[in-house]
């Protein structure tokens, strides 16, 4: 299995510019979330999903939108990139055993918005 | 308002020493912490995770150490070894997959 994968790891954006960050997992896990990390700030959840076409907001969900058209892919979209935006967003599947849910991270995808 | 509240920041400590990291959380309803491990240009992985059923729950040399009155929740590092030295957070959730990190606490301990 090679769980949960990020693409791309590295991107450099121009404010103004949109794109789409990448994430797949093979785990079949029914949950997957959305965070960035900032320095001194810890994880942030921007968007998590339960399911293949159900998506809900986190802490921080200004600026992006998510799909979830299937169980294994989870893109968190940038709609127009502000230099606020610059940090590295990890993607995270789940699954629940007992209430529990132990999350698996990805590698992450270093973001810098100029 | 912070929900989950870790310290210290940063932490050095010697090698074969004792690193001791302590959260504290408001939410009564959380009943799940989990402790997650990163170390630099990697992902955060699952280091160890208590129920607040028990008080205290041990794997090798990691132990949570958990006090449900005063809302409170640690992690000790028995041993520390150079290569422990990594980002450390605390999380809390309840019944739910949204999980509510501390801000880390980067440990550093030297040979």
């Known amino acids: 299995n090679a769980g949960v994968t990020q693409t791309p790891k590295f991107q450099v954006l121009k404010t103004g510019q949109s794109m789409t960050l990448q994430c797949a997992q093979d785990m079949n896990h029914e949950y997957m979330s959305w965070y960035r990390q900032d320095p001194g700030m810890g994880l942030r959840l921007i968007h998590y999903?339960?399911?293949?076409?159900?998506?809900d907001q986190g802490e921080v969900p200004n600026g992006y939108n998510v799909s979830r058209s299937t169980t294994e892919d989870f893109p968190l979209r940038l709609l127009s990139a502000a230099p606020s935006q610059t940090s590295v967003y990890f993607c995270?599947?789940?699954?629940?055993?007992?209430?529990?849910?132990?999350?698996?991270f990805g590698p992450g995808t270093r973001l810098t918005v100029t | 308002q912070q929900q989950v509240k870790q310290s210290p920041q940063s932490l050095i400590v010697q090698k074969g020493g004792i690193s001791i990291i302590n959260c504290a959380y408001e939410n009564t309803a959380f009943d799940y912490f989990p402790w997650y491990q990163q170390f630099p240009g990697k992902g955060p992985a699952l280091l160890i995770a208590i129920r607040p059923d028990v008080s205290e729950k041990k794997e090798g040399r990691f132990t949570i150490s958990f006090n449900k009155s005063a809302k409170q929740f640690s992690l000790h590092i028995m041993d520390s070894q150079p290569g422990d030295s990594a980002t450390y957070f605390c999380a809390a959730s309840s019944r739910s997959e949204k999980l509510v990190f501390g801000k880390g606490t980067k440990l550093t301990v030297n040979p």
């Open positions: 995270a599947s789940s699954y629940s055993m007992g209430g529990v849910y132990e999350q698996y």
């Open positions: 999903s339960v399911g293949a076409g159900i998506t």
